[in-house]
């Protein structure tokens, strides 16, 4: 098979190159085991030289509300009022425990992504 470690940037390109040329391997098939090895060595050389944080808590909030076609009044029962919900989602108002709650319950979303502060209401909070 004569796969080596993925060290450089070049031996990355060369890889992500080789995984677009298998692409259409079937399972089970040289090929196939050869692109399964290939991603999994990609994966961990972007795991460790490309590191992709949590996105803040409104920006999961919002992208989780895109993806079900959720509205801000959809999130009334999990926030508060309909100023409320618009102070979280402009970045007036911090989440409480209890929003955070609700919003892992009722949308799904990481709560480890939503106690992550956002970065104007933490300088907000901090200036007052």
Do not use: W
């Not at 031996?11 to 399972?27: G, N, P, Q, Y």
């Not at 992208?63 to 970045?91: A, H, T």
């Amino acid at each position: 098979m004569n796969i080596k470690p993925i060290k450089t940037k070049a031996d990355h390109r060369a890889a992500l190159k080789e995984i677009e040329s298998l692409m259409m391997a079937r399972l089970g098939t040289p090929e196939g085991d050869r692109l399964d090895v290939l991603v999994t060595l990609v994966e961990a050389y972007e795991k460790k030289h490309y590191p992709m944080g949590l996105p803040d808590a409104v920006e999961a909030i919002k992208f989780r509300m895109e993806q079900s076609g959720l509205g801000p009044k959809d999130l009334v029962p999990m926030i508060g009022q309909i100023n409320r919900v618009y102070e979280v989602l402009n970045r007036k108002r911090p989440l409480t425990l209890q929003m955070i709650r609700r919003l892992h319950e009722g949308l799904g979303v990481p709560a480890e992504a939503l106690i992550k502060t956002s970065p104007r209401v933490s300088a907000t909070r901090r200036a007052a």
